[in-house]
Every structure is written in C-alpha cells, then in structure tokens.
C-alpha cells in the first residue's frame, strides 16, 4: 500500500469515527406492478438491487446531506426470458454531522461501505410493504453485510 493510499484510509476513518447520523427519510417513492406473476411457483425469480444515484452536498459547516437513489427489481424467468414484475425506485435523503471534511475519494468508499448498511433496513421495510400493497408476497430482504 502505497502513501496516497494510507493517508486517504486514515482520513476516511477519522471521517467515519466523527461521523453522525442526524436524520434519513424518504424523500421520493415509486413502485409499480407491471404484471402479474405465472401461476406456477417454481418460476426462478431475479432479484435486482442497486444503487442508481449518490450525491452530496455540505448543508452547514459540519453537515451534509447525501441523496441516495435505490432501484428495486423483480423479475420471473421463463424460457430463458426475463420478465419484469414489480418495480420500486426510491430515493433517501441522509443527513450526517461531522467535523472532518467529506471530500469525493471519501465520499467514494462511504456510498459503497456506509450507505448502504444505514438505508437497507429502511429499504427493507419500503420492500416489504409496497409488494404487499401491490398484491403481491412480501419479501424479506436478507441482511447488508459490509464487504
């Protein structure tokens, strides 16, 4: 590991170790069912979950707030044909206090370490409900393990 390296991880965890959450909530929210699954309940099913959108801005000297964009797909396999059956986007406004400076190198490992493991279990929740609401199962999502 080279300096640039050790100096940006140390700056990363004295970011982290300051670091805040002083609120999250769901700023947009839309989901659709699109149609309806086979009758047959030994279709595979993909599951897709990716973040679509990580932004940031300093709101005062020592907060800042991230948008974090979420896209949720199920999708059932038939005759090797992904089929698209329920559609959530949502979009999470966190704000996070801290009196280190979030540069773009750490707001780089934060969005892919830290983001996600604070949004999941709200995901979850959103996931759940909203199939439910669409008349579809609900699903439980499995734990966000950092890697």
Request: glycine share 2%; charged share 30%; hydrophobic share 40%.
């Given at each position: 590991m080279d300096n640039t390296q050790q100096e940006l991880i140390k700056k990363y965890n004295e970011f982290?170790?300051?670091l805040e959450l002083v609120d999250i909530y769901v700023a947009e929210l839309t989901f659709k069912r699109v149609e309806d699954i086979p009758k047959?309940?030994?279709?595979?099913?993909?599951?897709?979950?990716?973040?679509?959108?990580n932004e940031y801005k300093r709101v005062e000297t020592d907060l800042y707030e991230i948008t974090?964009?979420?896209l949720f797909k199920l999708e059932y396999i038939q005759e090797g044909q992904e089929n698209l059956f329920f559609e959530l986007k949502v979009t999470f406004k966190l704000f996070y206090r801290c009196k280190h400076e979030l540069t773009n190198e750490i707001f780089k490992i934060f969005v892919e370490r830290n983001i996600p493991i604070n949004v999941f279990p709200f995901l979850r929740e959103i996931v759940s409900n909203?199939?439910?609401r669409a008349g579809l199962p609900p699903i439980l999502l499995p734990l966000k393990k950092r890697t």
């Amino acid at each position: 590991m080279d300096n640039t390296q050790q100096e940006l991880i140390k700056k990363y965890n004295e970011f982290i170790h300051s670091l805040e959450l002083v609120d999250i909530y769901v700023a947009e929210l839309t989901f659709k069912r699109v149609e309806d699954i086979p009758k047959n309940n030994q279709v595979p099913v993909k599951v897709t979950v990716k973040a679509t959108k990580n932004e940031y801005k300093r709101v005062e000297t020592d907060l800042y707030e991230i948008t974090h964009r979420v896209l949720f797909k199920l999708e059932y396999i038939q005759e090797g044909q992904e089929n698209l059956f329920f559609e959530l986007k949502v979009t999470f406004k966190l704000f996070y206090r801290c009196k280190h400076e979030l540069t773009n190198e750490i707001f780089k490992i934060f969005v892919e370490r830290n983001i996600p493991i604070n949004v999941f279990p709200f995901l979850r929740e959103i996931v759940s409900n909203s199939m439910y609401r669409a008349g579809l199962p609900p699903i439980l999502l499995p734990l966000k393990k950092r890697t």
